[in-house]
């Protein structure tokens, strides 16, 4: 605010100086060439002498020899004129003298207005200089403070370009500086997710060889109850395995050189794979879909784990319908797949939070599912979406550079 002040009374002063500068030079310098007109003619002691001079002229003529009828005539109308010229020239002179002495009084008028005029455009232009300062100071501070920044006002279009300018740039500023927050919070909560899962993983991995081992016997058992309770440690053993597995997938980059892949093969061979007849999966997919060039095993983790989520989620009962319909098309610059079910969608308030590590909506998994799957695509340099559809059921896309779009032609961090 204090910045603001002493900006506006800087701009204040200086449109004062320009303007009452060259004014007050042009009124001192028309009150003096006014003022020497008037004295120089508005005297009557000239035409004092010049009636006096014609009158005796006029008075010599009359005296001398017999009288002329025409130069008395001549002599009489000149008498008039000088008489009335006399006349004028004393009113002329007497209201010279009475404006000469207005005079200053009419100069200092006419400074005081054009000064308060001065003083009112330059107090009005200030104000519309140091407003939109006043405010982008506002908005710094309020860039410091993570607020919000307000949207465009209809009086912005009417500011200096250079304002309007400034206001969207700090505008974009704020949104970028926002997007590196909330970029550098997911990064360091992946370092910290990426750390833990490692351990995690170590520690889970170590007893699973002889606890599998011994499952194992157990389950060899003769004893029926025992055989069976060897076959449950043996699927809790492997749920197990697959746990700690996700966890040491998470935070690592796919390793190796990039390959040319066909995901229509891809995809059709894992709808092969894990379909059922309790399952009805379609697929559709466009012509001359082109090669992606990427991680074969990574991406295949991450679209097994997207149609096992579209299955489980569809039911997948005979008497439900367990619709699922994959979709591959061809963009200008990248090979789309998407893969909708008919299940119950996401939960709306989860929409936001299922790329967290530690957010899953199932009573039973480890939350890593999708942030692999989105750690792997952008790793890609692609891009994955989560959207529940208006019909019902939930609908993932991701989008995967083509070749000579800048694909991955090496694993990248995610960002």
Not at 42 to 54: F, I, L, Q, R, Y
Not at 130 to 151: F, K, M, N, Y
Not at 284 to 313: C, K, Q, W
Not at 354 to 372: A, H, M, N, Y
């Amino acid at each position: 605010m204090l910045l603001s002040r002493s900006f506006q009374r800087r701009v204040l002063l200086a449109l004062l100086t320009v303007a009452l500068a060259p004014a007050a030079l042009v009124l001192l310098s028309a009150t003096a060439a006014l003022r020497q007109m008037v004295e120089v003619s508005g005297t009557a002691g000239p035409w004092d002498s010049v009636a006096e001079s014609g009158r005796v002229l006029l008075d010599a003529l009359e005296g001398e020899g017999p009288p002329d009828t025409d130069l008395e005539e001549a002599a009489a109308r000149h008498r008039t004129a000088l008489s009335e010229s006399m006349l004028l020239s004393r009113r002329y002179a007497f209201l010279s003298d009475r404006f000469l002495r207005v005079l200053p009084v009419l100069v200092l008028g006419l400074a005081a207005v054009t000064g308060l005029l001065a003083f009112a455009t330059a107090q009005r232009l200030a104000r519309g200089f140091s407003r939109p300062i006043e405010d982008l100071v506002g908005w710094t501070e309020r860039i410091a403070r993570r607020e919000a920044l307000p949207p465009p006002a209809p009086e912005e279009s009417s500011e200096v370009r250079d304002f309007e300018r400034l206001r969207e740039a700090l505008r974009g500023m704020a949104s970028e500086l926002e997007e590196g927050r909330r970029r550098d919070l997911e990064a360091a909560r992946l370092r910290s997710w990426t750390e833990m899962a490692r351990r995690v993983a170590h520690e889970i991995k170590n007893p699973l060889t002889p606890m599998r081992i011994a499952a194992a016997t157990v389950a060899r058992s003769s004893d029926p109850s025992g055989a069976q309770a060897g076959e449950v440690l043996l699927e809790e053993i492997n749920r197990l395995d697959e746990m700690a597995r996700s966890f040491s997938q998470f935070g690592r980059m796919p390793e190796g050189p990039p390959s040319e892949i066909d995901l229509t093969e891809l995809v059709t061979a894992l709808v092969r794979q894990h379909g059922s007849p309790d399952s009805r999966i379609e697929i559709r997919t466009s012509e001359d879909v082109p090669l992606i060039l990427g991680h074969y095993e990574a991406l295949v983790r991450v679209f097994r784990n997207l149609l096992v989520n579209a299955m489980e989620a569809a039911g997948g009962a005979a008497d439900v319908p367990a619709d699922i319909l994959v979709a591959i098309r061809a963009r200008p610059d990248s090979v789309e797949v998407s893969i909708q079910d008919s299940g119950p969608g996401f939960p709306t308030e989860a929409l936001d939070r299922i790329w967290e590590p530690d957010f899953t909506t199932k009573s039973r998994g480890t939350g890593l599912g999708l942030p692999l799957v989105r750690q792997t695509v952008h790793a890609h340099r692609g891009k994955v979406e989560v959207r529940n559809r208006p019909e019902g059921g939930a609908k993932v896309t991701v989008s995967l550079p083509t070749r000579g779009a800048g694909g991955a032609g090496a694993a990248h961090p995610p960002e």
